[in-house]
């Protein structure tokens, strides 16, 4: 093994170092890869061309060029294109990258010990930011207070609970925002008191506001660190492309500002958040392709209601667990309409996020509108697509509209979004097979960081509908999994289709982008427990090595 | 004559279409340049690189390579290096040449006929814009007022006055702002008013966004159309490099979006319209240069005080002709440190712009402060450097500032200047030549479209102080006139230093970028009434033909 990774490490410096792309070989793979009809192909050697593209798929038998710039023996190491998250928040996930999670912490005394480490550790940060803390699972009977974080830091210290319902300060937070035991908690909100009534350190709900405001928003330079850490993990994970939803001109220009330095690896199929920041960033349509092929304005991302979890997805009958609420309906069917329409008019790509049966209902409805408007290739996608009335999944199909789901949530929510919808309702949730059945383009993602950005724990899940705990038996509502490879195709080609990206990355074929992994082990041959134990050696995108596992 | 234009041609259809430069030589020229230190250089061959730039010049007796992609025979004609202009609005150019014009007006009546004529030929466009109206060049005695508008349109009128600080609307655009006479002038600036007191349709300076905020913005296409007129206006000019002054947003996502489809031709060396803008279009620190080295944010524009025209100007005693007014302070000492601080700190070039000579003197105490905490090549800029007080020139010496001045405002302002300051303050005016005397690092530009871009008019006034029918007689202050070759240096090299470029372009020497013109008379032989009338006959910018008269 060890000469084989010596191999890969020249190769990278030499990769890195130069500046034009060379004819290269990448032999003695186990590779496996779906060709374009979503059939399994198996390949024993990579050639690629100086743009960074596959040349060809060799087998064992055919002769290898006499003449490459370079050659790279991976002794049969497992090779399979890169994985495409179809729909993820990569700033968001930087940012959470850089704070401090104290998701697993098991006591006071151990947050606290963390919290320490974290300021001694980055010195330069005006505030200690984070969040992930859970007092019930610490076992201390208490919220923690200010006087909890004592000592710690001369610096404000600002935690989010868990949950994203509460926050906890330091005395020096409390200063910076003016609160004292005079300050009201805002409707919707608390501020726990002590004893003496002054406020004891944790706010709740909207109360959190009062120290949110006063928190310096991040410069370009926390965005820019916020970026290469997002993009670190993404490649570890073996994400080579991702979409990215919701971009806002801040993080179009912490990618671009990448791009420029030469630092972009990942590749990303950007949907910028509203019309207004689709022309900002963009201008009068879709960027074309930038720092080959890394970096595009595909289209806009527009919400049509809120989550499950906290009762905003919006349903044509009430919650089951709250009889007297439907959920959150962000934007009239005008509304919608006349965003949509703004964004459809400059041939942006539409991505309307839908998780509620009745704002699946109104984007499908506004699809039939604006199709009859907006002719041509225009993929419409319907984000999440969580709960929808049976009745209306035949709309999928006549409109040819990409279904972009994420099956981890499956998974994570089946027991609450059994309380909330009841048995009847969840026929038409999370129907990947519906989609595949009946050739509804699906592309399939991790809505990172809600969720672990890890593609092949999302894969185990879409062909198990289990968790990884192997929970519950025989899977949860399994006539809606796909198969393996079914699985496979809306993580890498679907992913790539939904982005308009099917001709550049989404598989290893001739003139495809060389994005591959090489991986521990064959994810075909691997039970699902070892597919979500998959680990990434290697993450090439266009033919250079950009992560490896040290 | 014509079989030479044939080469060009073909040599240029070459270019454009291919993807990568060529070993080329442009043979048999009349060639001139500067060298480094301002001298001189006669040349008869200019050998290209395939990377655009120059790898040798060559006399009649060199050796001409053997080998070469291409190569073009010029039968003699003059090739000088590329102008550049160190202070021009990109934007505003290309707005200004899709809207109306007035600058060629000698009177209101003709003023009013041609918005008439515009506004019939225009009959979409919800508002009648344009600019370029001096009410001294008409022999008015006055401003212009709403009442001379009345009556050519029903749509709103908004012009903007020749020098940018002032506008006049008509009782349309009035009523649509909401401007009545209760309304208050904002801070830096001031409503005209009738004898009943009622606003008289003239804003000066700050109060010109009372109607700027009810103009309907132009959209990414606007801005794309306009773009694409500046640089055809620029390059037909033989400017083959600009500051750009006041970068906005909307303005940098306009270059990048020309780079990201291959249509930027001219350089841009970007100043952003202040700290945030910077921050927004840069991020932490200058970028580095885009697209072959045609665009980078440098610096931040920052605006001491107004114009003089309008008497916006900040002066140390009263005007001659308004002996109530000092001009006007834009920005306090403190802010204006402030954001100098703000922006120096990130390593942005600072330019200020200053016209008074009490406006100057803030800017120089204010580099003196700065100088201490920030060292270094920093290339502290003055935009126009226009009064100075002869006691406050040699600050400028100390500071090693870039003195960044627009011959052509001389000529333009002389009577107005000398109504405004009388005799007495016109020493340290203008003061081009003192500059040079003293080492003081000068760059040329224009103010475009303030003035005519036309670059070869205001190298004509540098060294003559005459207007284009030679007046006065022996030059305005000729004691201030540079040499011919001075002024050509600080509109080349001398543009291209103030703007940390001179290792890319600014002038034709090995390593240097391969801007040039083709130009029809030999610009150190001509007369200066033959040096402003001289023609661009192509414009090249890193070896690429970009531009050629028909």
New interface residues.
């Given amino acids: 093994m060890k000469s084989r990774f010596r191999g890969a490490i020249a190769a990278a410096a030499l990769l890195l170092a130069g500046t034009a792309h060379a004819d290269a070989l990448i032999d003695n793979v186990d590779g496996i890869a779906l060709n374009d009809k979503g059939e399994v192909v198996h390949f024993n050697g990579l050639l690629i061309g100086k743009d960074g593209r596959v040349v060809k798929l060799l087998s064992r038998k055919d002769k290898r060029p006499e003449t490459l710039d370079w050659r790279n023996d991976l002794h049969g190491a497992v090779l399979i294109p890169g994985m495409i998250d179809a729909h993820g928040h990569v700033m968001d996930l930087g940012f959470r990258e850089l704070s401090l999670d104290l998701s697993d912490t098991n006591s006071l005394e151990e947050a606290k010990a963390k919290i320490a480490a974290f300021a001694a550790a980055n010195p330069d940060r005006p505030w200690i930011l984070g969040g992930g803390w859970n007092q019930e699972k610490w076992g201390l009977g208490r919220f923690p207070t200010a006087q909890d974080l004592a000592g710690i830091s001369d610096r404000p210290i600002w935690l989010s609970r868990a949950d994203g319902h509460a926050g906890w300060a330091n005395d020096v937070a409390m200063k910076a925002a003016d609160v004292t035991a005079k300050t009201k908690a805002p409707a919707g909100g608390r501020i726990e008191k002590g004893a003496d009534g002054a406020p004891s350190g944790v706010f709740v709900d909207a109360a959190t506001q009062l120290i949110d405001t006063v928190v310096p928003k991040p ?3 926390d ?2 660190a916020a970026f290469i850490r997002a993009q670190q993990k993404l490649l570890s994970d073996g994400i080579t492309a991702t979409a990215d939803m919701g971009t806002t ?2 993080d179009w ?2 990618y ?2 990448a791009g ?2 030469g630092d972009l690896r990942v590749r990303i199929m950007s949907y910028a958040r509203g019309p207004e920041v689709a ?3 963009a ?2 349509g879709p ?2 392709w ?1 720092y080959d092929d890394r970096l595009k304005v595909v289209g806009i991302k527009l919400y049509a209601d809120g989550a499950l979890g906290s009762r905003g997805a919006l349903l044509k009958a009430p919650y089951s667990d709250a009889p007297d609420q439907k959920g959150l309906q962000l934007l009239s069917q005008d509304q919608l309409l006349n965003l949509m329409s703004r964004g459809a008019m400059d041939r942006f790509q539409i991505a309307v996020h839908a998780i509620g049966d009745a704002a699946n209902r109104e984007v499908l409805d506004a699809i039939g509108e604006l199709s009859e408007t907006y002719k041509g290739d225009r993929r419409w996608r319907i984000e999440h697509a969580q709960i929808v009335d049976p009745a209306d999944l035949p709309l999928f199909e006549k409109h040819g509209i990409v279904a972009s789901m994420q099956p981890v949530h499956a998974i994570s929510d089946m027991h609450m979004a059994e309380a909330r919808l009841g048995e009847d309702r969840l026929q038409g949730a999370y129907a990947w097979r519906w989609m595949v059945d009946h050739d509804v383009p699906l592309a399939f993602g991790s809505d990172y960081p809600v969720e672990d950005p890890d593609p092949f724990i999302g894969w185990a899940a879409a062909f198990t509908r289990q968790d990884a705990d192997s929970m519950p038996f025989g899977g949860w509502h399994p006539e809606q999994a796909v198969t393996r490879e079914q699985a496979w195709a809306a993580f890498t080609q679907g992913a790539a289709y939904a982005g308009f990206a099917e001709k550049e990355f989404g598989t290893l074929a001739p003139g495809r982008m060389a994005d591959f992994l090489v991986v521990d082990r064959d994810p075909l041959l691997a039970s699902p427990t070892e597919l979500r134990a998959l680990k990434v050696l290697e993450t090439w995108v266009g033919g250079r090595l950009v992560w490896q596992r040290k």
Same sequence: chains 1, 2.
Avoid: E, H, S, V
């Fill in positions: 410069n370009p330079r965005y820019d001109l801040d220009m912490t671009r500002r420029d330095r022309a900002t960033i201008g009068p960027t074309p930038l």
